[in-house]
């Protein structure tokens, strides 16, 4: 096991996620907001790609693997998106 590896994931996502708690602090000014939200919405992505590459092992796994939870996810956020509106 890579302990090294993990431990700077792990510091880079704590760091991430920091940067986030501050933006969100101190973002919430009505002209800032949308900026606000799409800077943690960045990071939410970049969080969770490292998430899915180190700690899910999708790194180390061949490429059709990485390709199928690569599309499962986008489907996912397709159906959530099509649910939202249909709400409406």
Sequence with gaps: MNWKGYTLVYVGLFVLATVQAV?????YVDSAYWA???VIMVLSVVKAVGVA???QHLRWEPRAVTYLVLG???TALALT???AYSIV
Excluded: I, K, R
Excluded at 23 to 27: D, S
């Design 72 to 74: 499962a996810t986008l």
């Design 36 to 38: 606000a939200f799409g």
């Design 53 to 55: 590459a180190y700690y």
């Design 81 to 83: 998106a099509a649910a």
């Design 23 to 27: 933006v969100e602090f101190t973002g």
